[in-house]
């Protein structure tokens, strides 16, 4: 079930979406002061990936049988679960035509996911180029879990 994708998103307004493809968000409330500092937003089939930057941004996702090791070079490390009823997963800015959007296909069900935000620090002083790297890691799971910080290097720099 390994497998690689690559993408460049359009980052407006700092952020880009996973989502399943019958997800039918209200992002009503959903970046709040936590989930802004986690850089991650939640909502049912639905999780808003905050950037260092707005403008378009790489992007990996990576669906594997079973978590990843933590990797500790990265800035930041969150996870959090999604259901995934349609089997297809839309990565997209959030000013992107969700019809038109790339979709990553899976096994319909349940998985975590693991967001890696890499060189955060390495933007330029109008915020508009930098080395910033987001990966997206999904694997199945058995139920949905709380979001989780698992690494956050970014405050003792």
Do not use: N
């Not at 594997?64 to 969150?78: H, I, R």
């Not at 620090?121 to 990966?135: A, P, V």
């Amino acid at each position: 079930m390994a497998s690689t994708e690559h993408f460049h998103l359009d980052a407006d307004y700092h952020q880009f979406y996973v989502q399943d493809e019958w997800a039918q968000p209200s992002l009503d409330d959903v970046w709040s002061e936590e989930a802004t500092s986690r850089m991650l937003a939640t909502e049912a089939g639905w999780i808003g990936v905050g950037t260092a930057r707005e403008t378009t941004v790489p992007v990996t996702v990576v669906v594997q049988d079973s978590a990843p090791p933590l990797d500790y070079a990265c800035d930041l490390v969150v996870e959090a679960s999604i259901e995934l009823p349609s089997g297809r997963l839309i990565v997209a800015g959030c000013t992107d035509y969700r019809p038109k959007a790339p979709r990553v296909a899976l096994k319909p069900g349940t998985y975590r996911l693991r967001v890696a935000f890499r060189f955060l620090d390495t933007l330029t002083t109008d915020d508009l180029d930098g080395d910033d790297r987001y990966e997206v890691t999904l694997w199945p799971a058995t139920e949905l879990a709380p979001v989780s910080v698992m690494l956050d290097r970014r405050r003792s720099r």
